[in-house]
């Protein structure tokens, strides 16, 4: 199987790759500049893509910059960024306009320009998108406000990915939205209740159980779907 996954160096995305890796995939790790911990593993199925996800590309960029296969079985957008702390930016009081576009175009516009790139690859596969959203998109669990950026960017990402399982639905391609839950890592300040293996396993085996869940599904990392 052949896997792609951005926002790979360090995390969840790691934690991924090493998922996939395991299971014998040939996968394709993105990063954005430093490869981090990808380094370190010596697998023949390792194939690192430098790829900075918030900037635009030419059409095809993805297929010169390396021997991505007409056949891409699965794609995790995985890449994301929380912005500055809730206290020091992303309160009421705080929160600028500046953050509230940095936030939504890594988390959110940056899946459409992946997508779009990789759109063929998955159609020839009838592929399975991914999409790694969070809990805190959701209207129906916020009851402590704040996180203005982040949580409008996980926000709108549930409604790409809704449009975008409704629309390659008749191409074979599905699509499903994920939470994570809290995982300990940079993000969270390594505070959060699981760990990055127990999250990526749990997302592993919803991502295996697609065809279970409603189109353009957003489920959580122990096969919950989550109110939005």
């Given at each position: 199987?052949?896997?792609?996954?951005?926002?790979?160096?360090?995390?969840?995305?790691?934690?991924?790759?090493?998922?996939?890796?395991a299971?014998?995939?040939?996968?394709?790790?993105?990063?954005?500049?430093?490869?981090?911990?990808?380094?370190?593993?010596?697998?023949?199925?390792?194939?690192?893509?430098?790829?900075?996800?918030?900037?635009?590309?030419q059409?095809?960029?993805?297929?010169?910059a390396?021997?991505?296969?007409?056949?891409?079985?699965?794609?995790?957008?995985?890449?994301?960024?929380?912005?500055?702390?809730k206290?020091?930016?992303?309160?009421?009081?705080?929160?600028?306009?500046?953050?509230?576009?940095?936030?939504?175009?890594?988390?959110?516009?940056?899946?459409?320009?992946?997508?779009?790139?990789?759109?063929?690859?998955?159609?020839?596969?009838r592929?399975?998108?991914?999409?790694?959203?969070?809990?805190?998109?959701?209207?129906?669990?916020?009851?402590?406000?704040?996180?203005?950026?982040?949580?409008?960017?996980?926000?709108?990402?549930?409604?790409?990915?809704?449009?975008?399982?409704?629309?390659?639905?008749?191409?074979?391609?599905?699509?499903?939205?994920?939470?994570?839950?809290?995982?300990?890592?940079?993000?969270?300040?390594?505070?959060?209740?699981?760990?990055?293996?127990?999250?990526?396993?749990?997302?592993?085996?919803?991502?295996?159980?697609?065809?279970?869940?409603?189109?353009?599904?957003?489920v959580?990392?122990?096969g919950?779907?989550?109110?939005?």
């Amino acid at each position: 199987m052949n896997v792609l996954i951005t926002g790979a160096n360090r995390g969840i995305g790691l934690g991924f790759a090493k998922q996939y890796l395991a299971q014998g995939c040939d996968v394709w790790a993105c990063h954005r500049s430093d490869p981090g911990e990808l380094n370190e593993i010596e697998n023949t199925r390792l194939h690192l893509l430098e790829w900075d996800v918030s900037q635009d590309q030419q059409p095809g960029f993805i297929v010169e910059a390396c021997a991505i296969p007409k056949h891409l079985d699965l794609l995790i957008n995985n890449a994301g960024i929380y912005g500055p702390k809730k206290e020091a930016g992303q309160s009421l009081e705080t929160v600028s306009s500046q953050t509230m576009m940095e936030v939504f175009d890594v988390n959110c516009v940056s899946v459409l320009r992946v997508v779009q790139q990789l759109r063929e690859s998955l159609i020839e596969a009838r592929g399975v998108i991914a999409n790694v959203s969070s809990k805190m998109g959701s209207s129906g669990d916020n009851t402590s406000g704040g996180s203005y950026a982040y949580r409008a960017a996980k926000a709108a990402l549930v409604i790409v990915s809704k449009s975008m399982a409704m629309d390659l639905d008749e191409k074979g391609v599905r699509v499903i939205t994920l939470h994570p839950g809290w995982v300990r890592t940079d993000m969270t300040d390594h505070s959060g209740l699981i760990d990055v293996e127990q999250a990526v396993s749990g997302m592993a085996n919803v991502i295996a159980h697609v065809d279970d869940y409603g189109t353009g599904a957003f489920v959580a990392f122990d096969g919950q779907v989550v109110p939005y």
